[in-house]
């Protein structure tokens, strides 16, 4: 089954700390893994995706095939990060399987 | 750059009405595509269109449907609303399939 989870609904963290959201997939293919964002009353927008590997807002993310995970991590977080963050797979027919999605609330 | 426009973007239908959403997407962008978000919840697929023909199919009912018109815009029909349809329809465009999706605001559809 083609399975995309974000197993925080909500994660709290103070200012300066470090953030991981965890994202876990099921998929037979070869996935391709993004990270959308949505900030307060703004439309969603894409993060990042791992075949760039690239930094994006201090943000990185490493596609691991052996456990399935696709973690967000930031080293110092900071409050204009407070956002909902989805994660999502694109299957080889180019759909988007998402999680159900994790609001991260950076505390000052 | 207007990006990826929904209309309306909120609406208010009577169980076993008929709805018709409205998508125009980012100028040149050729792919759109559909999602339904209910509240607490990630997007779900429905559909996706590529130069008017469609290229993937989710798991909803046929009550859904859709089409895209010649100048890439796209309307998602839903009939015999039910209750579990209230939710929030995404759309996205892409210049082509495979490429970075652009999300519109969403259309806020209650079913009452």
């Known amino acids: 089954a083609q399975r995309v989870t974000q197993p925080e609904k909500l994660l709290s963290v103070f200012k300066g700390a470090p953030v991981e959201l965890k994202c876990n997939y099921s998929?037979?293919?070869?996935?391709?893994l993004f990270w959308y964002v949505q900030y307060s009353r703004q439309r969603l927008q894409l993060l990042l995706r791992?075949?760039?590997?690239?930094s994006i807002k201090g943000f990185t993310a490493d596609l691991n095939k052996g456990e399935t995970s696709f973690h967000l991590k930031k080293p110092f977080a900071q409050e204009e990060d407070s956002a909902m963050y989805y994660c999502?797979?694109?299957?080889?027919?180019?759909?988007?399987?998402w999680g159900a999605g994790t609001k991260l609330i950076i505390k000052p | 750059d207007a990006g990826v426009t929904q209309s309306p973007t909120h609406l208010i239908k009577t169980r076993g009405q008929h709805v018709t959403l409205r998508c125009s997407p980012i100028?040149?962008?050729?792919?759109v595509s559909w999602y339904q978000q209910v509240l607490g919840q990630g997007p779900q697929f429905i559909f996706q269109?590529?130069?008017?023909?469609?290229?993937g199919r989710g798991n909803f009912p046929d009550r859904f449907s859709a089409r895209q018109f010649p100048n890439y815009s796209s309307e998602l029909n839903v009939n015999a609303l039910l209750l579990g349809d209230s939710a929030l329809y995404l759309c996205?465009?892409?210049?082509?399939?495979?490429?970075?999706?652009?999300f519109g605001q969403g259309t806020r559809l209650t079913v009452v």
């Open positions: 791992h075949i760039s590997r690239e």
């Open positions: 269109y590529y130069e008017k023909e469609e290229r």
């Open positions: 999502a797979l694109r299957t080889s027919n180019y759909q988007l399987i």
């Open positions: 996205a465009s892409s210049p082509e399939t495979g490429r970075e999706a652009f």
């Open positions: 998929y037979s293919g070869s996935p391709e």
């Open positions: 100028s040149g962008h050729k792919s």
